[in-house]
């Protein structure tokens, strides 16, 4: 188990860093070139590379293995048994969602995860009919979430790391996962994410100014980083990168289907009544993760992943 303070919130903080950004830059760039300007600058950025730096890291490959001490005797070759490579199997990851715990937490991800997903698919069009934004004013607006992203990551990673040091120690150096799902887990996920989504909505319904959104959005963001994403990685020793991606294509998918439905919801309900829609979700996957708190040993014991009570 990874308890290296800052191990988490670096990780994240690094990563919201890129959400904060892009969608500054990018509605700048949908302003000034089109939508399609977009998509040319992503090809060229990811294929674009530096000849020189790719010259010399092959020139370093090629001479270390053209190096040969003649000064010495051949030693004999002696053949050996190259050990079994497992065979590759794509699905696998998927797998781990048999575990009651990760497929618990997974839900809970996927729901908070597509709550903000949604919100961003929804935002161009509200902000555009309610408020007149362009492109690049959308993109502005964005500046809230991307700051709840990044102190709500940095907050999250130190009272993490902190709290489950603090009960490694106080059960005599022996840590559970279930140390992951901290304090600052229950007032993120039951109380900020339905907050911020509420406050999004409703303030538009109610035709305020644009600021209450933007802040809902922030709060909400804030809040989603308080969730038990390091439990899942913790919860199955060995297999943390299997875990993630598992958990991963499974918030995709709830992103996914929540950012195909919501426009259809928020033409039928308003966005209004489509907040109360995800908000409640994330109150139950919130509950969810409750179980997981108070269970989760016990659903480890029975999968052969814990020894003790």
Known sequence: MSV????VSDCWEITERGSAFSPIIGGGVTTALGWRGVFWICAGYETYRL????????????SQTTLVDLSTTP?????????????????????????????LVAIEIGFCFGTMFTLETLIPDLYYIHY??????????????GIGNVLGS?????????????????RDGISKPEDRLT???????????????????????ANFSVWPAILGFSI??????????????????????SVTAACNLFRLTMAAILSMVS??????????????????????????????????VHLRRRAGLAKYK
């Open 75 to 103: 030693r004999p070759i002696i053949e050996e048994e190259e050990p079994e490579r497992p065979k590759f199997n794509p699905l696998q990851s998927l797998f781990m969602l048999k575990y009651l715990f990760v497929c």
């Open 132 to 145: 007149g934004f362009d492109s690049w004013q959308t993109g502005l607006s964005f500046i809230g979430a």
């Open 263 to 296: 426009p259809i919801m928020g033409s039928e309900l308003s966005i209004g009544y489509v907040s109360v829609l995800l908000a409640s979700l994330n109150i139950v996957g919130m509950c969810l993760l409750v179980y997981v708190k108070y269970k989760g």
């Open 4 to 7: 290296g303070a800052g191990t």
């Open 154 to 170: 940095i907050v999250s990673g130190r009272i993490s790391d902190y709290l489950l040091i603090r009960s490694c120690n106080q």
């Open 51 to 62: 000849d020189i730096q790719w010259d010399q890291s092959f020139t370093q490959l090629q």
């Open 220 to 241: 909400l963001c804030f809040g989603m980083s308080q969730a038990g994403s390091a439990y899942a990685v913790d919860s199955v020793p060995g297999k943390g990168a």
């Open 183 to 205: 304090l600052n887990t229950w007032p993120g996920g039951f109380i900020l994410v339905p907050l911020g989504v509420l406050l999004f909505g409703w303030s538009i319904m």
